[in-house]
């Protein structure tokens, strides 16, 4: 069973600071990493997404992997409060061209304090 | 270019009853899928497909059937509403089934009372 685990929250912070999300996963064999974007509501949208150790930056967002420990981060610089909503982590398994789609996190929800 | 397209945006249900919720994508995408979201929980896959004629179960298909009969849609059949399936549900669908971007509909929600 593939797990992907986030804490649901909330996370509070200032705005103009930086918040941190985190996830960890189980299935040590996956190969892509996605930070999904949902406000209440509303479906979710693709923010980000990380195949390589290391970090990928994009505006005011910057994804962390680190396959060893099994981990992926979401770090959103100068946050704004339309920066809050919950953010899902998903994760794509080892079976590559396969298409039984990604595993969910349940989410983390941000509030952005003005 | 509507993207996704998913109907009826609410939905309630008398437990025993039965319905289908209809999704459409004009992107010409192969692949589709059907995720259920239950209030503070992550997406759980039900179904998806891999093109036209072709089905097969996610992670929590129990109660739910699909078919795929053209490349634009994928509906999803629920038999014997049961309270358990209240949720809301969302279609998706992408270019090909290696990971990348998830293209959602707007999503139903449904309750079975």
């Known amino acids: 069973q593939k797990e992907v685990e986030q804490n649901s929250g909330p996370l509070s912070v200032p705005e103009g600071a930086i918040a941190s999300l985190n996830c960890t996963y189980s299935?040590?064999?996956?190969?892509?990493f996605f930070w999904y974007r949902q406000y209440s509501g509303k479906s979710p949208e693709l923010i980000m997404f990380?195949?390589?150790?290391g970090d990928k930056e994009d505006g005011r967002f910057t994804a962390q992997l680190n396959k060893a420990s099994q981990y992926v981060s979401l770090l959103i610089r100068d946050s704004q409060p339309s920066d809050s909503a919950t953010y899902l982590c998903?994760?794509?398994?080892?079976?590559?061209?396969?298409?039984?789609?990604?595993?969910f996190g349940k989410g983390t929800h941000l509030i952005i304090q003005p | 270019n509507a993207g996704v397209t998913q109907t009826p945006k609410f939905r309630i249900l008398k437990i025993g009853q039965s319905m289908t919720l209809q999704c459409a994508q004009d992107?010409?995408?192969?692949?589709m899928y059907w995720y259920r979201q239950d209030p503070g929980m992550g997406l759980k896959l039900i179904y998806y497909?891999?093109?036209?004629?072709?089905?097969d179960k996610g992670e929590v298909p129990n109660g739910y059937n699909v078919s795929r009969s053209t490349t634009e849609d994928f509906p999803l059949r629920l038999e014997l509403a049961a309270p358990s399936q209240t949720s809301v549900y969302f279609c998706?669908?992408?270019?090909?089934?290696?990971?990348?971007?998830?293209?959602f509909g707007s999503g139903t929600q449904l309750s079975v009372l």
């Open positions: 990380i195949y390589s150790n």
């Open positions: 299935d040590r064999g996956s190969q892509s």
């Open positions: 497909s891999v093109g036209a004629g072709i089905t």
């Open positions: 998706a669908s992408s270019v090909t089934g290696g990971g990348e971007k998830l293209f």
């Open positions: 998903a994760v794509k398994g080892r079976s590559g061209g396969g298409a039984d789609g990604l595993t």
């Open positions: 992107m010409n995408h192969n692949y």
